[in-house]
């Protein structure tokens, strides 16, 4: 992909090596973004960028459908967000953010960003990751890194970061002709609901209008214009407590739950097959619905009385999070019902709630993104949707269009021995570097 004499990699592919580096070696994980950011800070301010810090303001974040209507349920303090700008031309041109998120699930032994264990130490004794996650390390031949948050994201961060630098260099040698801003976003919480990104598109922290914005999300280098949405909520079901010696006097909350478990799988199915859209027709089921946890009973020899189920649903792009909350509860509701236990089930909503976001795949950002995936020889141009959520949708809520496009693959977030391509890292910043180079022109 990348042509190793390429001016982009010559010149920057130790410096973006040893960013990357430093970045993994931060175990950021949710509310421990603060000393990342302030490294980040600095080497923005070492490399020429005008830089930027700022809190989210969690009143402000409660009136956005993605978070907690209470305020003090968002936790934003000593969790700083970092932009930094530079100036091409005269700078009155256009603005194209290039966006990245610091904060990391945690590498935990329990595989897809459990939180069980949060300790180092603990994913490396006789667990699943293979070297200690928040060390960077190197395939034999440099050719692969591993390290928690390698592909999500902070691979694609760099790749912004530089990305952004090269395009600089190349107006300051008079080798590109370019007028307006690049601005490098380096956001906190994007885990929880996109903390640092909901805020930067409420209320933009430097000055001047953004025009449209890269999330560089692990896209295998695809461009992404659709991305799914998804309702969190917990199910409590009650049942009633007897000794196992005489189980048929009690009523199971275990066995209750899987007649709401056979509802939500029917609710998927259906889903499925009603709601449509051209980008995902390549899923088997593109609205999923995971139950995540279940906890049921206090003692093996008792029939258990409550049990507590989380679930994560799908949304499609189209819908809200509101319509098919509705939807859920009008089909577990009726569930419980005809089981004869109405009062058995409560439903709740819990934890951020994601909706799903889309834009035009014809809109100047893609066309740019394209045309220089064209120019770099990289392939898989036509637009895709997935079905993970991003901060995209808070920038696409706001009147901003937004894309993803970055090295990596989610298939490798949230998960051990999480690794990236480092040929994808460099392709990725040649290509935003000419992607903001032919939208600024």
């Not at 302030?38 to 974040?61: C, K, M, N």
Request: with cysteine.
């Amino acid at each position: 992909m990348t042509d190793v004499r390429s001016p982009f990699v010559e010149r920057y592919d130790a410096e973006l090596r040893a960013f990357v580096e430093r970045l993994v070696g931060f175990e950021s994980t949710p509310g421990a973004e603060a000393g990342i950011q302030s490294f980040v800070r600095e080497h923005l301010d070492a490399l020429g960028f005008e830089t930027y810090e700022w809190e989210a303001d969690p009143e402000r974040l409660a009136g956005l459908p993605s978070f907690p209507d209470d305020p003090a349920a968002i936790p934003t303090a000593g969790r700083p967000s970092v932009a930094g700008v530079l100036e091409l031309g005269s700078g009155e041109g256009r603005t194209l953010v290039l966006n990245g998120h610091v904060d990391v699930v945690p590498a935990s032994d329990a595989g897809a960003g459990g939180r069980d264990d949060t300790s180092a130490s603990a994913a490396t004794d006789g667990g699943a990751w293979r070297s200690d996650p928040f060390t960077a390390t190197w395939s034999e031949d440099g050719k692969r890194l591993t390290a928690r948050g390698a592909a999500d994201m902070k691979s694609g961060l760099g790749a912004c970061v530089y990305a952004a630098r090269y395009l600089a260099d190349r107006v300051e040698a008079g080798e590109a002709d370019v007028d307006g801003r690049v601005v490098v976003e380096s956001v906190a919480g994007e885990e929880e609901g996109g903390i640092g990104a909901a805020s930067s598109a409420l209320d933009a922290p430097y000055t001047g209008e953004r025009d449209a914005v890269v999330v560089a999300e692990p896209t295998e280098l695809r461009p992404v214009v659709a991305s799914e949405g998804c309702l969190m909520l917990r199910l409590v079901v009650r049942g009633r407590s007897a000794h196992a010696a005489t189980a048929w006097r009690g009523a199971s909350a275990l066995d209750r739950f899987e007649v709401v478990h056979d509802a939500l799988r029917g609710y998927e199915s259906d889903h499925t097959e009603t709601t449509t859209h051209p980008l995902y027709d390549g899923y088997t089921t593109p609205w999923p619905v995971v139950v995540g946890t279940v906890r049921a009973g206090e003692w093996p020899s008792t029939v258990p009385a409550r049990l507590t189920a989380e679930t994560r649903i799908g949304v499609a792009p189209g819908e809200s999070v509101d319509e098919v909350e509705t939807a859920v509860r009008e089909r577990l509701t009726e569930t419980a019902r005809e089981a004869g236990w109405p009062d058995a089930l409560s439903i709740e909503r819990f934890d951020v709630q994601f909706e799903p976001s889309e834009i035009a795949p014809d809109e100047p950002v893609v066309v740019a993104v394209q045309d220089a995936m064209v120019d770099h020889g990289v392939a898989g141009t036509d637009p895709l949707g997935v079905t993970y959520g991003a901060d995209a949708r808070h920038y696409t809520d706001a009147g901003v269009p937004a894309v993803l496009f970055g090295p990596g693959s989610i298939d490798q977030a949230h998960f051990p021995n999480e690794t990236v391509e480092w040929d994808e890292v460099l392709t990725a910043g040649v290509t935003l570097s000419t992607a903001v180079e032919r939208f600024l022109s």
